[in-house]
């Protein structure tokens, strides 16, 4: 029988340093790298973010749109419509004038008189996934601020409850953090995916996407605001009798219980009592769908509306209007 003695026992604690090396003297290494590469990302992205000056208290983050002065930040922080200030990278600090801002969304956006600005370039957020990094860069005072954050969740388009829409829903578990709001969100290969948002829902750090952002910036550069359709009613949803359910396909409608005189359906003969039942064949049981059917993009154009009145269905012509 052989005795393994104190001297003969293998080693228990190698120097970490060693070329071989172990699981614990891998890890430090891999740790460092990760660290360098996110300074990395946060030190490209640096020239994007900039400091706004537009709340009553504390400064805020926003990000570069356009070269020539065009900004991007959270509607929710720019509190002042006048007096707000922009620091750009470098120290340089400008006057900047409210070109617009749309609260559903919850960007505003700002224009300083400045020229060859670092823009980014948006991803378009293919293979995006639950899981993966990303890194929010900001600037709510004169150094940028990182921080890291992982991507808790990714949907298609998403409509927020105060009826805008999101090309893509993308949550983040960091940015509710103070101060990054509006800050720019790279992914782990550097790619700019939009700018985060704690303002859109409660307890929720969400980033609005690039493609988002040029829709709505470009809207607010042409008319000063996001132009949506609008047919001027009241309604909330009612459950059809069992009846009209099963001879309609459609368990639940909006019943009109207001419309607003010289609208777009008072003009089209809608009525208190009324039930809408679809829009141009697109059914509809809450206003969240009705919100979503009237995009820009119907503005100034008939459509059909497929209403239910006395029990009885019809369809009615109207021009949706622009709210």
């Not at 805020?60 to 509190?79: K, L, R």
């Not at 006057?95 to 060859?116: H, K």
């Not at 991803?123 to 954050?149: E, I």
């Not at 995009?295 to 059909?304: D, M």
Request: hydrophobic residues 45%; glycine residues 12%; neutral net charge.
């Amino acid at each position: 029988m052989t005795t393994e003695t104190a001297d003969s026992k293998p080693n228990s604690n190698p120097d970490p340093k060693s070329a071989s090396g172990s699981a614990a003297g891998s890890h430090p290494s891999s740790f460092l790298q990760l660290s360098r590469d996110v300074a990395a990302l946060a030190a490209a992205a640096g020239p994007y973010a900039v400091q706004i000056d537009g709340g009553r208290r504390l400064s805020a983050s926003g990000t570069v749109f356009a070269g020539d002065g065009v900004i991007v930040a959270a509607s929710h922080n720019v509190e002042r419509d006048e007096d707000v200030v922009v620091g750009l990278e470098g120290g340089k600090r400008l006057p900047a004038t409210l070109v617009g801002r749309d609260s559903s969304t919850d960007l505003a956006v700002l224009r300083v008189e400045a020229s060859g600005l670092a823009v980014p370039q948006w991803s378009d957020l293919a293979g995006l996934a639950v899981g993966q990094l990303a890194v929010l860069v900001g600037r709510p005072g004169r150094q940028v601020r990182a921080a890291l954050a992982m991507i808790s969740d990714v949907r298609d388009s998403w409509r927020s409850p105060a009826g805008a829409k999101l090309e893509r829903y993308v949550e983040l578990d960091a940015a509710r953090e103070r101060g990054f709001s509006g800050s720019v969100v790279v992914d782990a290969d550097g790619q700019p995916l939009g700018i985060a948002s704690s303002g859109l829902l409660r307890r929720r750090g969400l980033v609005v996407p690039g493609a988002t952002l040029r829709r709505v910036v470009e809207s607010l550069l042409a008319h000063g605001r996001v132009r949506r359709g609008f047919l001027g009613i009241g309604a909330y949803p009612v459950r059809l009798q069992a009846d009209l359910e099963e001879r309609l396909g459609q368990a639940v409608g909006l019943i009109v219980v207001g419309v607003q005189p010289d609208s777009p359906a008072a003009a089209a003969g809608l009525v208190l009592g009324d039930v809408l039942l679809g829009l141009d064949g697109q059914p509809l049981s809450d206003l969240t769908q009705l919100h979503a059917l009237l995009s820009e993009e119907r503005i100034g154009k008939p459509a059909a509306l497929q209403i239910l009145r006395g029990g009885e269905p019809r369809d009615l012509a109207v021009t949706v209007g622009a709210r």
